[in-house]
């Protein structure tokens, strides 16, 4: 028996076996299934994504578009990874340091995901497809867990049908089905269930909320802004809230799990403080969303938002700005607080304000926003004094510039006399919450407070007039100075001599006039003597360090409106790259010798020359030009292999080749910045360096191996060729000029490019309390300045007040408040500094009429002749020179008249030829005040004849003296 058992077990493996060998030998046969080319470049992207590298995905966009991919290929990687795909392709942080190249990617990105939807609303959300499934939850098991596992794989856009039908409760076993589907969706629908909360009832929001906190990444969940249950958590147990006793128990029981305690832990944190701590974080800072999406033609990142739309009764989602995101979010969460009682209530109203106040003035651009945003000017103008007061307060501590504008707006419409009066400073010296707002570091909210102080009931101290005046000055001022066409003057302050050396080129390349300084105490020291177009700081800063320097920078009034960039450079100075280094030696080489070779001048045919002469004539210098070139080019790359021999650089054939050819890209290209080199004047040479790009481009951009050495070598030598230079102020200046035109990256040539992304982010915590100074990696090129520093720029606070037609009513403000301060005995002298301002307003027709109700009371010199310059130009409104005239004889009779004996002449002249009688009369009336000619009184009187009577009527005879009057 034992021997038949044991015979069987060898049978048993001889066949197990042979079934082996058959199905590897089947194998063998059958070739593996190989992946279309679009699906397995996908996942080839989609692995260099998880791992983080981002710059070897960037090329793979390009390539999975080129390989035309199909609606098919697109089905077949979603059903592979997941609804979350193609949105993978958003949480890059970043694709790629170059602009060029980022945006590009960005294109890709869209055109990819709007493909892939497409293709998914096509074959899988259809809305017959949706209902069918959601139906097939009450059916058999078999049809429920095919149903369930498509209404998964549709995703976020099933949310909407089921929570419908949920809503309808129509069929208890599809609810039910519904409800036991959540904790399987993916993490992308959750946000969609947490928004539809607001539009089920307490029996259907437990039934949600119960599938919800069953969810397998919950935890995870709760670290998104969009997918975060905690807040409504929160809301469901505020005492003020009627909640139905099991919904507010999950509430607790999931709090308690989540916050790992135990009932008196969770006693001990008040949902109203929980609640207005996660609505501030939406107002004092920006929290990461994780699918925001930043399109190729928005400044701003945008993100999918889902909210209950309770008009239309149905769930809807917008793409809409993180901005705005910011604002939903943070007025829903204080709302739930708003609606209670107790000083939590009164919190939340004030971060309510704040937060809508703020928005207001970013969307209306800092322009009128009882215009663009009435319904929030009606909350700021009807809100209750302790809130508006504190709100005020919050904002100006914190350095919120939008929410001071949108209070200020609202205060100066009612001429709020509260603000004017509560006190900014408790226990010191009586100091107004406006009367602070005119030290703020902005110029518009300076104008605002002031403007309001003026239209108030209390008079103004003699210290205040002065601060109004001022503002009122500058506010004049700024409006009169047009935008530089070029980025003008650059202050720039490191104390380290390397990096400024490093930094120099690249912004004088990208067009800046640079003036460098090693201390604070420099900078400020000449900023005294006059501003600049931008200020940038690295934030090694010392003497005083990087936050009081800031402070000094934002709280003076004539520095404040200077747009400032902090630069988080490392620690430690990264060296540049041997080709950078090369380039600059090549500059400094063309600098220190800057003879070329006869180099004939471009050709300039004369009119009377035959075609047959010019066109030889062209050709001749073109073969002259280009022979010339090409000897200096090797003469200057002979001298830089030279150099390069004598370093300590250890290459191989082909790194050499790789080498020898930047050397040749360097030298045309310092070459060309001094000469002009077109196909139309030297078309060899211009062929040549197009030939150069195109077999550089061929190569990669990495720098080359083991070059430590020889980039310490080299550094050393440019130190001393640097030195010198710096003895003749001429070659320093020729160097700049010609480094100014050279840029490594657009050569192509590798870079120096470091970011500490932990430093930026320390320095965005300690710079929180100074909103208008931006923050910025150090950049590589020019090209990164213009197309990053720029747009940072032009967007600072002073620029941001676009609207033309609100610009054109403050300066209107303006100058009424200076004319109302000048007429007043009391005050009338505060105003002389802004005599200049006021005169540049007489250029604007409606400005000019206030303007002269002003300058009748200053006693300068230069009035009368201005106010003349309008009378005699006839291309003024007559109305407004009828005025000028008339102030003129006003200012005349009270200081003198002023005009100088060279304008009299003209004047006289411009009386004589005025058809209009009245203004020719306050002409003459104006000149008789400043040099009377009896004599010709006298002549006038003596040439006078009365003008006859109309004919047909009898001269009328005066009345006797004696007669007697009619009695009435």
């Known amino acids: ?124 959300r259809q809305p017959q497809r949706i209902a069918k499934y959601i139906a097939n939850l009450g059916a058999s098991p078999e049809e429920r867990v095919f149903a369930q596992a498509e209404l998964v794989r549709i995703g976020v856009a099933a949310v909407p049908f089921m929570i419908q039908e949920i809503r309808n409760e129509k069929d208890k076993a599809i609810v039910e089905g519904i409800y036991g589907l959540i904790p399987r969706m993916d993490a992308e629908s959750i946000a969609a269930w947490i928004a539809a909360l607001d539009g089920l009832n307490p029996t259907q929001q437990y039934g949600v909320l119960s599938g919800l906190v069953r969810h397998e990444q919950f935890l995870n969940l709760q670290e998104e802004v969009q997918t975060s249950i905690i807040p409504y958590l929160w809301s469901l147990i505020l005492p003020n809230r009627e909640t139905l006793p099991p919904l507010r128990q999950l509430a607790q029981d999931t709090l308690r799990s989540y916050l790992r305690g135990s009932n008196p832990i969770l006693e001990k944190r008040s949902p109203e403080q929980e609640l207005l701590r996660i609505a501030r974080r939406f107002y004092e800072e920006s929290p990461p969303y994780r699918l925001a999406r930043k399109l190729p033609d928005t400044s701003e990142p945008v993100v999918r938002l889902w909210r209950w739309s309770a008009a239309e009764g149905k769930l809807v989602s917008v793409q809409v700005p993180v901005s705005w995101a910011n604002e939903y979010y943070g007025l829903r969460y204080a709302r739930w607080v708003a609606a209670g009682e107790g000083t939590h209530a009164v919190d939340a109203q004030v971060l309510m304000l704040s937060i809508a106040g703020r928005a207001a003035a970013w969307r209306s651009q800092y322009g009128d926003i009882a215009q663009h945003e009435p319904l929030v000017m009606q909350l700021l103008a009807t809100a209750p004094v302790a809130i508006r007061e504190e709100a005020f307060r919050q904002a100006l501590r914190q350095k919120q510039t939008a929410t001071l504008v949108a209070i200020l707006q609202a205060a100066q419409m009612s001429a709020d006399k509260e603000l004017a009066a ?78 400024r050396d490093s930094m120099l080129p690249v912004l004088l390349s990208a067009g800046f006039r640079v003036e460098t300084f090693a201390t604070g105490r420099d900078l400020l020291q000449r900023l005294r003597q006059g501003t600049a177009e931008v200020i940038i700081i690295d934030r090694h800063a010392v003497h005083p360090p990087l936050r009081d320097l800031l402070s000094q920078l934002r709280v003076d009034p004539r520095w404040s409106g200077i747009p400032t960039l902090v630069l988080a450079s490392p620690d430690q100075v990264p060296s540049p790259t041997l080709e950078q280094l090369l380039l600059r030696l090549a500059a400094m080489m063309a600098t220190t010798d800057p003879q070329l ?171 929180q309390y100074f909103p208008e100074v931006f923050l910025l990696p150090l950049p590589a090129s020019a090209a990164e300045i213009r197309d990053n520093w720029f747009v940072l720029w032009r967007n600072s606070t002073v620029v941001r007040m676009a609207d033309a037609n609100y610009k054109r009513s403050v300066r209107a403000r303006a100058v009424a408040a200076l004319a109302q301060l000048a007429a007043c005995p009391a005050s009338s002298r505060d105003v002389i500094p802004a005599t200049s301002n006021l005169l540049l307003a007489l250029s604007d027709d409606s400005l000019a009429p206030d303007a002269m109700e002003a300058l009748v009371h200053l006693p300068d010199p230069m009035i009368q002749p201005t106010l003349m310059g309008i009378v ?97």
């Not at 030279?642 to 080498?659: G, K, S, Y």
Request: proline share 11%; net charge neutral; no cysteine.
């Open 597 to 767: 070779p006869d180099i004939p001048a471009i050709y300039q045919p004369h009119p009377n020359d035959p075609p047959e002469v010019r066109q030889n004539q062209i050709l001749e210098n073109q073969k002259a030009r280009d022979s010339a070139l090409a000897q200096a080019m090797k003469e200057r790359r002979t001298r830089l292999l030279h150099v390069i021999d004598a370093l300590p650089l250890h290459l191989n054939a082909e790194q050499r080749r790789l080498l020898e050819l930047r050397v040749d890209l360097i030298t045309s290209a310092v070459l060309a910045a001094q000469v002009p080199i077109t196909p139309s004047v030297s078309p060899q040479i211009s062929a040549y360096i197009h030939d150069l790009h195109q077999r550089h481009s061929l190569f990669p951009a990495h720098t080359l191996p083991d070059t430590r050495l020889a980039v310490e070598e080299l550094l050393r030598i440019l130190q001393r060729l640097e030195q010198e230079v710096d003895r003749v102020p001429a070659a320093r200046a020729r160097f700049e000029q010609l480094y100014s035109q050279l840029d490594a990256e657009s050569l192509g040539l590798p870079v120096t490019r470091y970011r500490d992304l932990e430093l930026e982010a320390r320095l965005r915590q300690q710079l």
């Open 422 to 499: 509560i006190g900014g400073r408790p226990g010191g010296t009586p100091v107004s919450l406006l009367e602070l707002a005119l030290d703020y570091p902005d110029p518009l909210v300076q104008f605002l407070a002031a403007d309001t102080l003026l239209r108030g009931p209390f008079p103004l101290s003699a210290g205040v007039r002065v601060k109004v005046v001022d503002i009122l000055r500058r506010q004049l001022q700024d409006a009169h100075v047009p935008p530089p066409s070029a980025p003008g003057t650059a202050l720039y302050l490191d104390p380290d001599p390397r990096r």
């Open 872 to 968: 005699r130009n006839p291309q003024r409104p007559l109305p407004l020179r009828l005025q000028a005239a008339d102030t003129a004889i006003r200012h005349a009779q009270r200081f003198s008249p002023t005009l100088p004996p060279e304008q009299v002449e003209p004047t006289r002249q411009a009386a004589s030829m005025e058809k209009d009688l009245s203004l020719r009369l306050r002409v003459l009336a104006y000149l008789n005040l400043l040099a009377p000619q009896p004599q010709n009184f006298r002549q006038d009187l003596l040439n006078y004849i009365p003008p006859e009577p109309a004919q047909g009527k009898p001269a009328s005879n005066p009345p006797s003296k004696d007669a007697p009057t009619d009695k009435q």
């Open 1 to 124: 028996m034992r021997h038949r058992h044991l015979s069987w077990i060898l049978l048993s493996g001889i066949i197990a076996v042979a079934t082996i060998a058959r199905d590897s030998t089947v194998a063998q046969q059958v070739p593996p299934r190989q992946l279309p080319k679009s699906q397995a470049i996908y996942k080839q992207l989609r692995t260099f994504i998880l791992e983080g590298q981002y710059s070897l995905a960037l090329p793979l966009l390009k390539d999975f578009l080129d390989s035309k991919p199909e609606q098919q290929d697109y089905i077949a990687i979603y059903d592979k990874y997941g609804p979350g795909a193609f949105t993978l392709l958003y949480r890059v942080p970043r694709w790629s340091d170059n602009p060029a190249e980022q945006k590009k990617a960005r294109e890709y990105v869209e055109t990819i995901v709007n493909q892939a939807e497409a293709a998914l609303d096509q074959h899988i």
